[in-house]
Nanobody
């Protein structure tokens, strides 16, 4: 059974930067789409950024131009560089991947943007 492990969350001041990392392991078949989602208190989980095997990316309007997603296919890893962070970016961030049509989630990492 495959799993996803995230790292890199924490507390940062507004305007600061963080880099999230996620490693997928234990999957028998190829990992296709990967991405990052987030869930703030009292809100639904939302897509932040996704990236295909070929490197095509999609971003939420709220983060476009500030966040950048990338991946390392050889190591089944995905990254999220977050710049110019705002208090409204505060949430638990979840790594996601799809393997032969089934979705898998990481355990989540807290990102708090506060002065």
């Amino acid at each position: 059974q495959g799993q996803l492990v995230e790292s890199g969350g924490g507390l940062v001041q507004p305007g600061g930067a963080l880099r999230l990392s996620c490693a997928a392991s234990g999957f028998t078949f190829r990992v296709s789409d990967m991405g990052w989602y987030r869930q703030a208190p009292g809100k639904q989980r939302e897509s932040v950024a996704t990236i295909s095997n070929g490197g095509s990316t999609n971003y939420a309007d709220s983060v476009r131009g500030r966040f950048s997603i990338s991946r390392d296919n050889a190591n089944n890893a995905v990254y999220l560089q977050m710049n110019s962070l705002k208090p409204e970016d505060t949430a638990v961030y979840y790594c996601y991947c799809r393997v032969i049509g089934r979705g898998y989630w990481g355990q989540g990492t807290q990102v708090t943007v506060s002065s």
